[in-house]
């Protein structure tokens, strides 16, 4: 049986596991990246690539050393440079001696032929039937959906738990369970149990959390070792938080009731050009965060992303156009948790002071002359 | 009254500019450019950039300020892609977005998009553009893009005959300058990276000076056809993004073959997102493919490399050849 891999990246881990699984390989699933993954991916890397390309060749490193056969991965078409990431990784790689297949699969639009026999290549090597490998895509695809709502849910929970910390656990609880549902119906009546139990921590519903959205790069944003784990930072500090990127992208497209596409809409008045990777949505979605009533925005941008780096020299612009305070975090091997949680909570700080003052606002016009 | 148009001396300055020269000046429309790099212009542009730019786009900012109190509107075009072959990098596509955000109190901004990548009427699209919101008719716009496109053949012209970008261009004015010879025996050195970093004396540090003064002589990128060096960039498994990139990689690669050439020196910005990827494979593929002969060093620059350290690093690159020679 080959084994496969891919890369980490948050919790989706569990429904590539699942993928890779059901179609008859053995899965090596990447260990959770850690400061030694990272070191090593530091170690092997140019020193000027972003942290997503040096954490996931640390995983890749740490795979092959498991015996992984192939790797299975996205690219891209730029002008962002993760879209050759997996041309370099191989090269690295294949430099330092190790013997592996990679398939890197382009956005099936770029090139739909290619796109295609790379697909034939790996199904034919499951040994797996066309109608059976869409089943298996769809199981897949189910626990991803689940893994994003579950987040979500976790997000909105958080600031209100009475105890601290417990819906940090009883999410971790949630992704055994996942991990454990195997066919539609059970993952199905995994979403009802998990979403139960997260319902059920005790919470003080009297609490009015500050509203913060997350922006940026969509890797650091989705792993919380990268973000130093943001969103639980920050719900714990009492904050609700809104991310811009799930996976199955629904949640983004639901809550907010914008695709895509309007948030680059909303960004032309300021970046009038597709720059590659999240660069324009970072912008765009400030203004939908700022539209919808979002207390602060905090971009997370991996150093040298190219992308993130124009969005972040027009975000003070925006910031200021739309009053809405913007915290940005550029993420390198250097930055420390202390350092970033000093940032938030000041930032927080300042986003409690400017409530309160326009929450104080509308009594001093009822009341003149106090 | 003339109208005065702002030309940073930055980026596509060192590849564009004649083109854009020949264009507006046929229009009658009189075309500013900013002084040669000083440390002031690059500290003003270092200010007010954001922090994580690379030096090529800082020193940008510096070039508009010099420029903004001096001229009717600016000219930041937005480059998109000359050819159908790669777009720019990212910061060139936002740059006019990047400006405006960043600085107060410019003049209009001209951002016009030059996107080649479809059509085989290269920038006579942009140009119309132009003409249409300077209020020139196209009959006039027309002679006028024809003279651009003149202008820049006879400078590609003069850079593949070995002359260096600045050069070339003091020999479009009519001074009298002649290109560097070519010594027999001495080192040959490849030059390469993105123009607008080796070229501009003050941010590269003088780099070809330095090198021609130790009697080495000099190759760059622009000596080549840019159809070759694209031809030879598609050998990578999967084609870079980025226009200068191709041309930098395609250039590495006609070099190795060339077979005389001592060393290669690539010259990059600190924190420059592309050349993350592009010195990586040059360094691999000079390795590899060279077995070893040529030998390969990287320059990574930013605001507070000191003249003396990238003196140093040369003189002992070329020593080291030196003695390579002799052992041979
Ligand atoms: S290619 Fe590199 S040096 Fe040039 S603008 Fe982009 S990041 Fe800066």
Redesign the interface.
């Known amino acids: 049986m080959k084994k496969v891999s891919f890369a980490h990246m948050g919790y989706s881990y569990l429904g590539f596991k699942q993928l890779v699984e059901d179609m008859g390989f053995a899965a090596i699933v990447p260990p959770s990246p850690s400061p030694a993954t990272l070191d090593r991916g530091v170690q092997y890397?140019?020193?000027?690539?972003?942290i997503p390309?040096k954490m996931v060749l640390g995983t890749y490193l740490e795979v092959l050393e498991q015996g992984a056969e192939i790797i299975i991965t996205s690219?891209g078409?730029?002008?962002?440079?993760a879209?050759?990431y997996?041309?370099?990784h191989?090269?690295?790689l294949r430099?330092l001696g190790f013997d592996f297949e990679i398939f890197v699969f382009d956005p099936p639009l770029t090139g739909l032929w290619r796109f295609y026999s790379k697909l034939r290549r790996v199904v034919r090597g499951a040994g797996l039937s066309w109608p059976a490998f869409v089943d298996v895509v769809r199981r897949a695809w189910a626990k991803l959906k689940l893994l994003d709502a579950l987040e979500q849910l976790a997000s909105n929970t958080r600031p209100y738990e009475l105890k601290r910390g417990e819906t940090t656990r009883t999410f971790h609880d949630c992704l055994k369970i996942v991990d454990q549902a195997r066919n539609l119906k059970e993952i199905a009546s995994a979403r009802q149990e998990c979403q139960q139990l997260l319902q059920n921590i005790p919470r003080d519903p009297g609490r009015h959390p500050l509203k913060i959205g997350i922006v940026g790069e969509i890797y650091v944003m989705l792993e919380p070792f990268m973000n130093l784990e943001i969103e639980k930072t920050l719900g714990e500090m009492g904050v609700v938080t809104h991310r811009s990127i799930y996976l199955t992208q629904y949640t983004a497209t639901d809550v907010l009731a914008h695709g895509t596409m309007d948030v680059r809409q909303l960004a032309y008045p300021?970046?009038?050009?597709?720059?590659?990777?999240h660069?324009q949505n970072s912008v765009g979605e400030t203004i939908l965060y700022a539209r919808n009533g979002f207390d602060g925005v905090v971009q997370v941008a991996p150093?040298?992303?190219?992308?993130e780096?124009?969005a972040?020299?027009?975000l003070?612009?925006?910031s200021q156009d739309f009053r809405i305070p913007v915290l940005s975090l550029?993420i390198d091997e250097q930055t420390g948790r202390a350092g970033v949680e000093t940032r938030l909570e000041a930032f927080i700080d300042l986003l409690r002071e400017r409530r309160e003052q326009m929450e104080a606002r509308p009594y001093a016009a009822l009341l003149p002359g106090y | 009254m003339t109208l005065h148009i702002g030309f940073p001396t930055a980026l596509i300055y060192y590849s564009h500019f004649p083109f854009w020269q020949g264009y507006f000046n046929r229009l009658g429309v009189e075309i500013v450019t900013s002084p040669p790099t000083t440390r002031t212009i690059l500290d003003d542009g270092a200010r007010e950039a954001v922090a994580d730019a690379c030096i090529p786009i800082k020193l940008y900012h510096g070039h508009v300020l010099t420029l903004k109190d001096k001229v009717d509107a600016l000219f930041i075009p937005r480059m998109v892609r000359i050819n159908r072959r790669a777009t720019f990098c990212p910061k060139f596509l936002g740059l006019p977005d990047m400006v405006r955000a960043t600085l107060t109190g410019l003049p209009p901004i001209i951002d016009l998009q030059v996107d080649a990548g479809r059509g085989l009427l290269g920038l006579w699209p942009t140009c119309r553009g132009l003409a249409e919101l300077l209020g020139f008719s196209l009959g006039t716009a027309w002679p006028a893009y024809r003279e651009g496109n003149k202008h820049q053949r006879a400078y590609e012209e003069l850079l593949r005959k070995g002359y260096l970008p600045l050069q070339a261009m003091a020999r479009l004015r009519g001074e009298a300058v002649e290109a560097p010879s070519r010594q027999p025996g001495a080192l040959n050195l490849a030059v390469l990276g993105y123009p607008y970093q080796v070229y501009d004396d003050y941010i590269s540090l003088d780099i070809i000076g330095k090198l021609q003064k130790m009697r080495a002589n000099i190759m760059t990128m622009e000596m080549l056809p840019p159809r070759r060096l694209f031809q030879l960039s598609s050998r990578l498994p999967k084609r870079l993004f980025w226009h200068f990139s191709n041309l930098v990689i395609g250039a590495t690669y006609h070099y190795l073959q060339q077979g005389d050439i001592d060393g290669i020196i690539h010259v990059t910005a600190f924190g420059c997102g592309p050349d993350a990827m592009v010195d990586k494979l040059m360094e691999l593929d000079v390795r590899g493919i060279s077995q070893g002969k040529v030998a390969y060093m990287s320059l990574s620059i930013d605001e507070q490399t000191g003249d003396a350290g990238v003196t140093t690093r040369l003189e002992a690159f070329v020593d080291m050849l030196h003695q390579r020679r002799e052992n041979r």
């Open positions: 890397a140019p020193e000027f690539a972003c390309f690219g078409v730029g002008p962002c440079r879209g050759l997996g041309m370099l191989e090269k690295i430099n300021y970046l009038n050009q597709f720059v590659g990777g660069g150093f040298t992303c190219i992308p780096i124009v972040k020299s027009i003070p612009r925006v550029t």
